[in-house]
Structure formats: structure tokens, C-alpha cells
């Protein structure tokens, strides 16, 4: 026998002095691995078609956010459809040395479709988080570059940084006796590679993300401590007010009057006596408190309505500044739900990059073991959270998804309904 037959028949993962890097073989040929694989992949091709089509037919989620959730939706769908090709529905193990062969190896057998779609989520994501980041702490840099044709190309150049950043796949995979191998011009070259990898993987996008959610999360709890700071002080200020301008009224008619009453009693003996010469001043005494009740009446009429006007403007105070604390809350709960986004993904995709970063510093990383199998379905399997956490996280998608699948569901009832119905008329007619 060859010795590199032997070579190849002891370690699976390696043809003479050449590493395979995702050989086929080993646990990726048993059936309950493949199954897992399969429901991962369908699982995040039906969810990901959902949150396209709610967020396309529901007008309130067509915002800036939604666009880039939209696009990561359809990284994870295309995710899931290579997942597949690539470990479903598994590839000849026998490759031709031709031109297809070489193509095949560079494009398939590298499973590049797949790192161009991890790196365009996590691009995604990242513009999410700036441009949440913009729209909290800078507005007005927000108003004038994060338009539509800006995130459409933005979103559009992801895909081109994800070829670029695993372009290094295309020169190092080549067909070496019917198998797809990675030939490294030096070691270091592929440490460096390694170490690149994932640090523009993981490492950048997560700084920016930490930076940006910690920027606009600070900026975001100011305006919330201000807006309840105002609206405390709105209602300490009302009640002053309006007993203030209670206080500035004319007392009433039946004051005046009982304090008539305890003036004649106290100068009852001097009216006795002066009966006579008072009548005349008694007379004008009472027509001057005529008009005096007259003017109060007016008054009193009047005095409620400047109240309730000052009232009806603080309750439209008070209303929007509890507006102004809704928007506020409402952003911070789509960052949260962002959050949680990007930390499901970290965590799914980290053990992946670091099993990726061993091989490439010279570990003897076999590629067709279950710890390797086990890093990528938890990486695959972040494809398919997604549509779950918006469910969770968002109420208005939550709504969205509620009124699709209830209007499935009532237009297949109506068709039933006619069917019979039909049928019913079909035999009466018989």
C-alpha cells in the first residue's frame, strides 16, 4: 500500500504533509447528525421566511432598525439553505483535478458561502448597532447619513466584505489526489490569517457593539432621569398654581354678607341712635353691595375658566412628556432586544472561530470529531434564534406575526367553508 494511503487511512483529516480542512467523513456521514443538521436548517428557513414577510407586510415595523433585521433574516435564510447543501445532502468525497474540480474545492468544499453569510450577519449587526448608536446620541448626523440609499448600500457592501475577508480560502484550498485540502505558503502566514480571522470576526464587531450599546444606553437613561425629573416638577408646580389663582378671587357674596352681619351687630347701638340720618347712606350702602355681588358673580363665572385652561395646558405638558418617556423606553428596549442578538451570536459562533484559530496556530484539530460537529450546530443553530428572540423581545413583530399566521388561518377556513358550501349546491343540483 501507498504510504500516503496509509497516511490517509490513519488520520482521516490529513494527506501526507497536507491538513483537509472539513473532510467529509467520520460523525458527518451518520444519520442523527444529519438529522440535527436538518432540522436546524429547517427550522431557520421557515422562521427567517416569517420574519421576511411580517416585516414586508406590517407598515409599523418598516423602520431603520427592521431594514437591517430584514437583511440579517435573509443571511440566515441563504445560512440555513447552504447548510443543506453542505451537510444535509453530503458532497462526492472524490473531487476531479479539472477546472470544476478546483472550483468546487475554492468555492464549495471551503464551505465559503458560508463564511461570507456569517460575516455578513455580523456586519449587519454591527451597522444595526451604530446606526442605533447615531439615532440616540448624534440625531442630526442620523437625519443626514442614514437615508435609505445609504443603509441599502451599506447592507448591499456587507456581502463584499464578507468574500474579501474570506478570500484567503480561494489560494489556500486546492485539489490534492481527489481530496480538498489547504496548502499554506508558511506557518506563520497562517497564524497570521488566524489570529486576522477572528479578530475581524469577533473581536472588532463585539468592541463596537459594546461601545455603541454602552454609549446610547448612558445617553438614553440621561434623557429618561430628565423627562421624570420635569414631569415631577409638573405636577408639584399644578396644584400651586391653581391654588394660587384661587387665592387672587374676589371673596364671595356670602363672606361680604356675613361680615355685614357682625359689623351691624357691633355698631347696633350707633345705627339706633343715628336712624334717621343713616337711612340715606343705607340706601346707597345697598345698591353699591347689589353691584358688588353682581361684579363677584361675573367673576366667580369667569375664575374657572382661566383655571381649567392653565390645567387642560399642564395636562398637555404632562402628556407629552410621558410620550417623550414612551419613545424613550421603546428605544431601549429594541437595544435590549439587539443586545440579546448579538450576545446569542457571540456565543454561538465563538467556540467555532476558537476551534478555527487552534488549527490555524498548529493544533492538531481533527475536523471529522464530535467537539468539531458540536460547534457547528451550535453555530448554525443561531441562524434559527433569531426569529424567536424577535418574537419575544418585540411586540409590535410579535402583533405582525399574530395577524399573518390568524389570517392563514381564516383564509383557510373561508376556503373550507366554500368547498362545502359548493359541494352542498353541487348535490342539490344533482
Known amino acids: 500500500m501507498d504510504p500516503m494511503d496509509q497516511k490517509e487511512d490513519s488520520d482521516h483529516h490529513q494527506i501526507g504533509d497536507y491538513r483537509i480542512p472539513w473532510s467529509i467523513g467520520g460523525l458527518e456521514k451518520e444519520p442523527w447528525v444529519k438529522t440535527i443538521y436538518a432540522l436546524i436548517a429547517i427550522v431557520g428557513i421557515t422562521g427567517n421566511l416569517l420574519v421576511c414577510v411580517v416585516v414586508r407586510r406590517k407598515r409599523s415595523l418598516s423602520t431603520k432598525t427592521f431594514r437591517f433585521i430584514f437583511h440579517l433574516a435573509i443571511c440566515d435564510l441563504v445560512t440555513s439553505v447552504f447548510l443543506i447543501a453542505l451537510h444535509v445532502v453530503s458532497p462526492p468525497a472524490h473531487i476531479s483535478s479539472g477546472v470544476g474540480g478546483q472550483i468546487a474545492c475554492k468555492v464549495f468544499y471551503s464551505k465559503l458561502p458560508l463564511w461570507v453569510c456569517f460575516v455578513a450577519s455580523v456586519s449587519t449587526l454591527v451597522m444595526m448597532k451604530i446606526e442605533r448608536y447615531l439615532a440616540v446620541v448624534h440625531p442630526v448626523k442620523h437625519r443626514m447619513y442614514c437615508t435609505k440609499r445609504v443603509i441599502a448600500n451599506l447592507l448591499i457592501s456587507t456581502w463584499f466584505v464578507g468574500v474579501f475577508i474570506n478570500s484567503f480560502f480561494l489560494y489556500v484550498s486546492h485539489v490534492v489526489n481527489g481530496r480538498c485540502i489547504q496548502t499554506w505558503p508558511s506557518g506563520l502566514v497562517q497564524s497570521l490569517i488566524g489570529v486576522g480571522n477572528i479578530l475581524a470576526k469577533i473581536f472588532v464587531p463585539v468592541g463596537i457593539t459594546c461601545?455603541?450599546?454602552?454609549?446610547?444606553?448612558?445617553?438614553?437613561?440621561?434623557?429618561?432621569?430628565?423627562?421624570?425629573?420635569?414631569?415631577?416638577?409638573?405636577?408639584?408646580?399644578?396644584?400651586?398654581?391653581?391654588?394660587?389663582?384661587?387665592?387672587?378671587?374676589?371673596?364671595?357674596?356670602?363672606?361680604?354678607?356675613?361680615?355685614?352681619?357682625?359689623?351691624?351687630?357691633?355698631?347696633?347701638?350707633?345705627?339706633?341712635?343715628?336712624?334717621?340720618?343713616?337711612?340715606?347712606?343705607?340706601?346707597?350702602?345697598?345698591?353699591?353691595?347689589?353691584?358688588?355681588?353682581?361684579?363677584?358673580?361675573?367673576?366667580?363665572?369667569?375664575?374657572?375658566?382661566?383655571?381649567?385652561?392653565?390645567?387642560?395646558?399642564?395636562?398637555?405638558?404632562?402628556?407629552?412628556?410621558?410620550?417623550?418617556?414612551?419613545?424613550?423606553?421603546?428605544?431601549?428596549?429594541?437595544?435590549?432586544?439587539?443586545?440579546?442578538?448579538?450576545?446569542?451570536?457571540?456565543?454561538?459562533?465563538?467556540?467555532?472561530?476558537?476551534?478555527?484559530?487552534?488549527?490555524?496556530?498548529?493544533?492538531?484539530?481533527?475536523?471529522?470529531?464530535?467537539?468539531?460537529?458540536?460547534?457547528?450546530?451550535?453555530?448554525?443553530?443561531?441562524?434559527?434564534?433569531?426569529?424567536?428572540?424577535?418574537?419575544?423581545?418585540?411586540?409590535?413583530?410579535?402583533?405582525?406575526?399574530?395577524?399573518?399566521?390568524?389570517?392563514?388561518?381564516?383564509?383557510?377556513?373561508?376556503?373550507?367553508?366554500?368547498?362545502?358550501?359548493?359541494?352542498?349546491?353541487?348535490?342539490?343540483?344533482?
Open 211 to 430: 461601545y455603541c450599546y454602552l454609549k446610547a444606553m448612558d445617553t438614553l437613561s440621561e434623557s429618561e432621569k430628565r423627562l421624570r425629573e420635569r414631569r415631577l416638577s409638573q405636577f408639584n408646580t399644578t396644584s400651586p398654581v391653581v391654588e394660587s389663582e384661587y387665592s387672587n378671587t374676589e371673596p364671595s357674596s356670602d363672606a361680604k354678607d356675613d361680615r355685614k352681619a357682625s359689623t351691624s351687630d357691633e355698631d347696633s347701638g350707633l345705627m339706633d341712635v343715628h336712624h334717621h340720618q343713616q337711612g340715606g347712606k343705607q340706601s346707597e350702602q345697598e345698591n353699591a353691595a347689589s353691584f358688588n355681588q353682581r361684579d363677584e358673580r361675573t367673576r366667580s363665572h369667569r375664575q374657572p375658566r382661566r383655571i381649567r385652561a392653565s390645567s387642560c395646558g399642564d395636562r398637555a405638558s404632562v402628556r407629552n412628556k410621558a410620550h417623550q418617556l414612551w419613545q424613550v423606553r421603546a428605544r431601549k428596549q429594541i437595544l435590549h432586544m439587539l443586545c440579546v442578538v448579538m450576545v446569542t451570536f457571540v456565543i454561538s459562533w465563538v467556540p467555532n472561530q476558537i476551534l478555527f484559530l487552534s488549527y490555524n496556530l498548529g493544533a492538531n484539530v481533527d475536523f471529522t470529531k464530535w467537539y468539531y460537529h458540536a460547534t457547528v450546530m451550535l453555530a448554525f443553530a443561531n441562524s434559527c434564534m433569531n426569529p424567536f428572540i424577535y418574537t419575544f423581545k418585540n411586540k409590535i413583530f410579535r402583533v405582525g406575526l399574530r395577524d399573518l399566521l390568524c389570517f392563514k388561518a381564516k383564509r383557510r377556513v373561508e376556503s373550507r367553508n366554500d368547498t362545502s358550501s359548493g359541494r352542498r349546491r353541487a348535490g342539490s343540483t344533482v
